[in-house]
């Protein structure tokens, strides 16, 4: 089961990193077409939000499997490992109660978005779309930290979810 937990993640980071890459590559045609023909993308700061927002949602459980994401860990230093470990797994159970609370309220929102119908300003997108698309790398985040906390508090290595 961490095999594929691992293997989720890699692929959501992967379609977090294409997502970043287009955005990239929209932004410079934009800047250039602003530049060279006074044409820019319509819409390119929408789809920026959108894209860097889904990206980073993407990316999140990839952090989390790697422990890349934000910890301090300026008081634990010294501390015991067992310790540590017990602390980093309430700091991972504090994450996932975070990230599924934001991935539910995400998906709500979705759904009341969706049926009031808004759109973006410029290009009219709706805007459930956005909030749809926030709601798997949110959720997945949520379950790589409760699976990284199982494994600190049994006393397991969280090396072996990045197997």
């Known amino acids: 089961?961490?095999?594929?937990?691992?293997?989720?993640?890699?692929?959501?980071?992967?379609?977090?990193?294409l997502c970043a890459s287009l955005v990239a590559l929209?932004?410079?045609?934009?800047?250039?077409g602003r530049a060279?023909?006074?044409?820019?993308?319509?819409?390119?700061?929408?789809?920026?939000?959108?894209g860097v927002a889904l990206c980073i949602s993407l990316c999140l459980p990839w952090?989390?499997?790697?422990?890349?994401?934000?910890?301090?860990?300026?008081?634990?230093?010294k501390v015991a490992p067992r310790r540590q470990a017990l602390l980093d797994g309430v700091g991972a159970i504090a994450l996932a109660a975070m990230t599924a609370l934001l991935a539910w309220r995400t998906a709500v929102g979705a759904?009341?978005?969706?049926?009031?119908?808004?759109?973006?300003?410029?290009?009219g997108l709706p805007m459930w779309w956005t909030?749809?698309?926030?709601?798997?790398g949110l959720a997945l985040t949520a379950f790589v930290a409760l699976v990284q906390a199982g494994l600190?508090?049994?006393?397991?290595?969280i090396q072996a979810l990045q197997a």
């Open 1 to 17: 089961m961490l095999r594929v937990i691992n293997r989720v993640a890699w692929l959501f980071a992967m379609l977090g990193g």
């Open 111 to 123: 759904v009341s978005i969706h049926e009031a119908g808004e759109t973006s300003v410029i290009l």
């Open 131 to 136: 909030y749809a698309m926030l709601a798997p």
């Open 36 to 50: 060279a023909l006074s044409q820019p993308i319509p819409g390119d700061v929408e789809l920026t939000q959108l």
């Open 152 to 157: 600190l508090f049994s006393g397991r290595d």
């Open 63 to 77: 952090c989390q499997v790697h422990g890349a994401n934000i910890i301090v860990d300026f008081f634990t230093q």
């Open 26 to 32: 929209m932004t410079v045609l934009s800047v250039g």
